[in-house]
């Protein structure tokens, strides 16, 4: 690079950073009236969003024409954020099986996790985006350690190996356009590698999964307290050189949002997918990171999956509470998955219940949640599951042609209680420590007094930017 003025260069260099933190600032104060009228309920969230969306428009504009610098810069938005974590894992002493006890689960391990993503917005209706996460190879079991990139449902890197240099991986990359952005109708269209369109919780899908293929996004307001959303989309699974018969999935939702009065709001969804040639999603061709699933003597799952799920949720929203910045709000959920194509023999349901008390992320906001969550077996796909939810399977390739030996699984057939707490003293920190207390629902070996309980701590700061 060639600078023929380096002082020229560098006045211009300190007053684009100086424009940006001014653009961060406005960002900031903005977002602070917007979330206070919110709680006040002077805005719905949706209003309050439309209204951040446009402001960011406007000031776009004025910035990139004090800046002098082109649209397309000043069109880019970077977020991100690192998240370290002490985990420990904790069987019961008590339980003997062939000479193994669940105690030999028990460890204390620490992690990160990083993400980092860029998003560019242009013509007023098109964004493009692409995000970096940190990951671990998969394969291990299969025999092709590392064939499969990251792990497609964990950003968690753990600390070891002597300081080794860690992988960094690509967790997003897509195009977007939307071609409707009324008060009224909005509908969109996404390709790529991108977050999950479907709303549902980690009974359903790992918080962390970003699927491959594409989704069409529609929404509705009926009116200000009323909206619907449409979400359809198809994820492929895998792609085969030598085969037509590639596994994939579609799916659809259909979401009511309503808003009864300033402190009471509800979330109703009815969902239902399908894995196209499920069949062929042996362990040796995707990565083996869950378990729980039934299968055939070849390695195949032993029924399709088709589930619908339903879900609901209502909140209440107090003025005030002890300890707490701003509206407290109390919501109380539930979720329930059937899978039609597995017997109910073979546990073909799952169900999660749970209440949320605050809710954190904002500066002196906190929120303290209990849920109870019953996985059955084959209600849904071993692999696009939580992989925090897990307990401790005590006999050999368990289950049956799983490829999965003595330890801690998670996955499917797995039921149990989860608590965690939260606490944000600053907008860009949360502290927060979660408590899991699992069972298998069908233990391995299946013996009389077997044990299988684990006891799961997490304790993570996230730093958000």
């Known amino acids: 690079m060639n600078l023929r003025n380096p002082r020229r260069f560098f006045v211009t260099a300190a007053a684009g950073l100086t424009l940006a933190g001014a653009l961060n600032l406005q960002a900031q104060s903005v977002d602070s009236l917007l979330d206070k009228l919110v709680d006040k309920g002077v805005l719905t969230v949706k209003e309050?969003?439309?209204?951040?969306?446009?402001?960011?428009?406007?000031?776009?504009?004025?910035?990139?024409?004090?800046?002098?610098?082109?649209?397309?810069?000043?069109?880019?938005?970077?977020?991100?954020?690192?998240?370290?974590?002490?985990?420990?894992?904790?069987?019961?002493?008590?339980?003997?099986?062939?000479?193994?006890?669940?105690?030999?689960?028990?460890?204390?391990?620490?992690?990160?996790?990083?993400?980092?993503?860029?998003?560019?917005?242009?013509?007023?209706?098109?964004?493009a985006g692409l995000k970096l996460t940190t990951s671990e190879q998969t394969g291990g079991s299969s025999g092709n350690a590392g064939a499969f990139g990251g792990d497609p449902i964990s950003g968690n890197t753990t600390f070891q190996d002597n300081g080794s240099k860690k992988f960094i991986f690509v967790d997003q990359v897509y195009g977007k356009w939307?071609?409707?952005?009324?008060?009224?109708?909005?509908?969109?269209?996404?390709?790529?590698?991108?977050?999950?369109?479907?709303?549902?919780?980690?009974?359903?899908?790992?918080?962390?999964?970003?699927?491959?293929?594409?989704?069409?996004?529609?929404?509705?307001?009926?009116n200000d307290n009323h909206r619907l959303k449409l979400n359809t989309a198809a994820f492929v699974l895998d792609e085969f050189s030598s085969a037509h018969n590639d596994p994939f999935l579609v799916g659809g939702q259909l979401r009511w949002d309503a808003t009864w009065s300033p402190k009471l709001s509800s979330t109703l969804g009815f969902s239902g997918y399908s894995i196209q040639n499920a069949g062929t999603l042996t362990n040796s061709v995707v990565p083996n990171i869950n378990r729980g699933n039934t299968r055939k003597s070849d390695g195949t799952p032993a029924y399709a999956f088709n589930p619908f799920v339903i879900d609901a949720a209502l909140t209440y929203s107090l003025d005030s509470f002890p300890g707490y910045t701003g509206v407290f709000p109390v919501k109380l959920g539930g979720e329930y998955m059937e899978n039609p194509a597995a017997p109910s023999a073979a546990d073909s349901h799952a169900w999660n219940v749970g209440i949320l008390f605050g809710k954190s992320g904002k500066k002196g906001t906190w929120d303290l949640s209990y849920n109870y969550k019953w996985l059955g077996a084959n209600a849904w796909y071993e692999e696009l599951v939580d992989s925090d939810f897990g307990a401790f399977y005590g006999s050999l390739n368990s289950p049956a042609n799983s490829g999965s030996g003595i330890g801690y699984g998670s996955g499917t057939?797995?039921?149990?209680?989860?608590?965690?707490?939260?606490?944000?003293?600053?907008?860009?920190?949360?502290?927060?420590?979660?408590?899991?207390?699992?069972?298998?629902?069908?233990?391995?070996?299946?013996l009389p007094g077997a044990n299988t309980q684990v006891h799961r701590v997490q304790v993570d700061a996230l730093f958000k930017f």
């Open 48 to 127: 309050a969003q439309d209204l951040r969306e446009e402001t960011d428009k406007d000031f776009n504009k004025a910035y990139a024409s004090k800046s002098g610098m082109p649209d397309y810069v000043t069109a880019l938005k970077f977020n991100g954020d690192i998240r370290t974590r002490y985990e420990g894992f904790f069987g019961d002493p008590q339980y003997v099986a062939g000479g193994i006890t669940n105690t030999a689960v028990s460890r204390n391990r620490f992690r990160f996790r990083a993400r980092f993503g860029v998003t560019a917005s242009f013509m007023d209706n098109f964004e």
């Open 178 to 222: 939307s071609p409707l952005q009324g008060p009224d109708w909005t509908a969109s269209l996404t390709a790529g590698k991108f977050e999950n369109p479907f709303l549902n919780s980690d009974m359903v899908y790992d918080p962390d999964y970003t699927p491959e293929g594409g989704a069409l996004q529609l929404g509705y307001r009926i």
């Open 413 to 446: 057939n797995v039921k149990g209680h989860i608590v965690r707490f939260a606490y944000s003293p600053y907008d860009c920190l949360t502290l927060s420590a979660k408590w899991f207390l699992t069972d298998l629902i069908v233990p391995y070996p299946s």
